[in-house]
């Protein structure tokens, strides 16, 4: 299912260590606090359970969000690299 998650962490090295988890389980940043990607219910599971332990007792907000395939195609974006 897709899924996207987003923070709001701010300490730099717990941040960090978010952003690596969300790497590890294959999802791809699209923005500095925010990661996309295609992930199982376990896995979703599983990532959450991996970022709260990560977190600890730090202060920050995660959430993930799941979308039907037919929601997730149906997005409008504009991507484009900074002029040179």
């Known amino acids: 299912m897709r899924c996207l998650l987003i923070y709001d962490i ?3 090295r717990v ?22 990607g295609n992930l199982s219910r376990t896995h979703q599971r599983e990532l959450m359970t991996e970022v709260r332990r990560r ?7 995660i959430q993930l969000f799941t979308f039907p395939d037919d929601i997730w195609n149906a ?6 690299g900074e002029e040179s």
Not at 15 to 36: H, P, T, V, W
């Open 15 to 36: 941040r960090q260590k978010i952003a690596d988890a969300c790497l590890d389980y294959g999802l791809q940043r699209i923005q500095y606090s925010a990661f996309a």
């Open 10 to 12: 701010p300490d730099d």
């Open 55 to 61: 977190l600890g007792k730090h202060a920050g907000n």
């Open 75 to 80: 997005r409008r974006t504009i991507e484009q």
